[in-house]
């Protein structure tokens, strides 16, 4: 017989997810003798057997991959035999680069939700059941490789039972590092408000669903930090969550029982269905059936944020409970979710009643992600738990010259990412870095992630704003330091998690954006010739800001910045235009547009979305950032197809001139056009503006980035007319639109002008 030996190194995400008994499974089936190993870069394979053989394991190998796994590149020589007896499975290898893939944590299996449901099992109503299918891991890991003793699971060691499964490579919990079980794992706690303990293990979830029903709101310690739990259908707890987390009207998200919960509440999609029921297990955003139980949730939206239990602990509490519940972050405005229940003492006592804690640590903070069905896949909104902190590979594979990049994101709704050999690995979610809180997170994420990878960075890159918080940062970091501007981060993310190369016309559309001329930008139309350079080659014609930052709350103030470019000094004569203002408040105003104080031009698309807003009658105040567009989108009407009139200037850059646009929109808000008529020709204006340029510039591939395009009417409407004329549109998937996105497209950024630079 004529044997070889296979040398194989699978890299990707092959750790923790049943990779090595499904190899160990693959070849003792197949009777092929070696080994396979663990290591910091993957998984390392050696397997002899006659060639037919070994082809067939390899490709097996691929076909028949664990579900959760993701095979990035599988690199394969045929040697000599050197003679081995059976296959077993090594212990892992610590040394060298650290390349493996971490996985995300992933919602609790169907297996895992049998057991816990069975009352002869012996996990029979244990919080904490998973297996290599399911469970954390972005939230436990301390460091790679992926092994026990470098996660927070350490401290807890496993009975007899456990150790029998855990070194079972028939078992699927073979090496499912998190194995515990009611004897040797995790346990439950039911908290007073100052720490007092009052039930422990399945009491401590007994008295919590009691709390949920008695109109408390209950702090639940989860897979990635704390959330915040009240009766969907108590409007009165509703509002005392609201007024403690002074969120007056910003929506909550709802976890619900079951898929038939969700169906009772909302209408449900295939593609929404397939969100809710995937192993992310997102919050995805439903359009809410009418006469729903839960008008508090969201108010003045047509569409709820809902999820289906995600951990062990949910299923129990929802299962015990059978109602929705409120399940949102458990944190204070504009900070990040509280991780240690000691710490969730100080921070949310003051909000919640009640605690439901345990004693696995979190290693890391990792909120709920955010899902939309957008043009008929899934549109990421803020990128979490199910999501990070798996990579973006960048194109043309792994490089050598590769410099590592740590990028810092933005201020708002800012990630990390660090961009190590062929991957850019993205963070989760950190927020806005408004507050000490969320800065400090903002930090560690900045440390930890180069930690995981024990990756040095050569090059930080960050945005240009000098005010932003992780621009101030990266000036105190080792490195060379790179500016990447706001809305070419925007467009590379978009190009790169599409995997197109330049040329490109990319659109950016958000609310600010830092400008190299000084001015705020937000509308913008930036073609790449190349990967790694841009032409600022159109935008919405600017308007000023007054009060600047104040006009984000207040769209009034966009709406008469809007006022005063069309109409000038004669504005002051139009009362009916000024009803938003007192008449002290227009006395400073006055000045402040005319000398241009505090009030900085801007060609932002955000802004114009909350001018007209405010124009339509729709809002003059925000209680949250978005909260005007998001209102003047639910207004659209469906069937108006015709469109507010604009112009192209035939300057260089092109400027979208709307002064046409709001002359008539103020003529229809006259003659009592409705605001949902007003809205549909807003939108269908923004929609030919995007087809006239790009007819005007005439690139085939149009990339379609920033916070407007969460807008669905606008993105969906633009795709479809993008197609029809012959473009071939791109927009965003796995990475957000919103600012979420702008560390990737910063560190892809950077990579194509190193590139660049060393081809020249």
Known sequence: MNR??????????????????????????????????NSTQGVFVEVEGERSVLDSFLRRLSDERPPRSLIQSCEKSFLDAVGYAGFEIRQSEESGVKTAL??????????????????SDRRFRYPFTNCTNCGPRFSIIKSLPYDRANTSMKRFAMCADCEREYHDPLDRRFHAQPNACPRCGPQLQ?????????????????????????????????????????????????????????????????????????????????????????????IVLLQKKDGHPTSGVAPGNPYLGVMLPYTPIHHLLMRDLNAPVVGTSGNQSDEPICIDEGEAIKRLGDIVDIFLVHDRPIVRHVDDSIVRIMAGREMVLRRARGYAPLPIMLAGGVSQNRPTILALGAHLKNTVALSVGANVFVSQHLGDLETEPAHAAFRRTATDLPRLYEAEPQIIACDMHPEYLSTKYAQELPGEKIAVQHHWAHVVACMAENEVSAPALGVAWDGTGFGPDGTIWGGEFLLAPSDGSFERIAHLRTFRLPGGDRAIREPRRSALGLLYEVFGEELWDQPESLKAFTFSELSVLRQMLAKGLQSPLTSSAGRLFDGVASLAGLRDRASFEGQAAMELEFAVGAD?????????????????????????????????????????????MLTEVILAVAENIGEPKVVLSGGCFQNRRLTEQTIDRLRAKGFQPYWHQRIPPNDGGISLGQAIAVNWRQRSAGNR
């Open 190 to 282: 039911f908290w007073q408000r100052d720490g007092e303990v009052m039930a422990s293990r399945d009491d401590a979830l007994t008295q919590a669903v009691q709390a949920v029903r008695d109109g408390k709101i209950v702090a639940l310690k989860g897979l990635g930090g704390f959330q915040l739990i009240v009766d969907a259908a108590n409007g009165a707890a509703i509002a005392r969550l609201r007024e403690r987390k002074h969120r007056a009207e910003k929506p909550f998200a709802l976890m619900v029982p079951s898929l038939e919960a969700a169906r009772r509440l909302c209408d449900l999609s295939a593609l929404e269905e397939r969100a809710l029921l995937s192993p992310e297990a997102p």
């Open 640 to 684: 108006r197809r015709d469109a507010y009139p604009f112009t192209l200037t035939q300057t260089n850059p092109i400027q979208i001139d709307w002064e046409a646009t709001i002359r008539a929109l103020l003529d229809d808000i006259r003659k009592g056009t409705t605001a949902s008529d007003v809205s549909a020709k807003f939108h269908n």
């Open 102 to 119: 971490i996985l995300p944590d992933f919602a609790t299996c169907a297996d895992c939700v049998t057991e816990i449901l069975d009352p």
């Open 4 to 37: 070889e030996r296979a040398r194989i190194a699978v890299r990707g995400a092959v750790q923790g997810v049943g990779f090595r008994p499904f190899v160990y499974r693959l070849a003792t089936e197949l009777q092929l003798d070696g080994w396979i190993s």
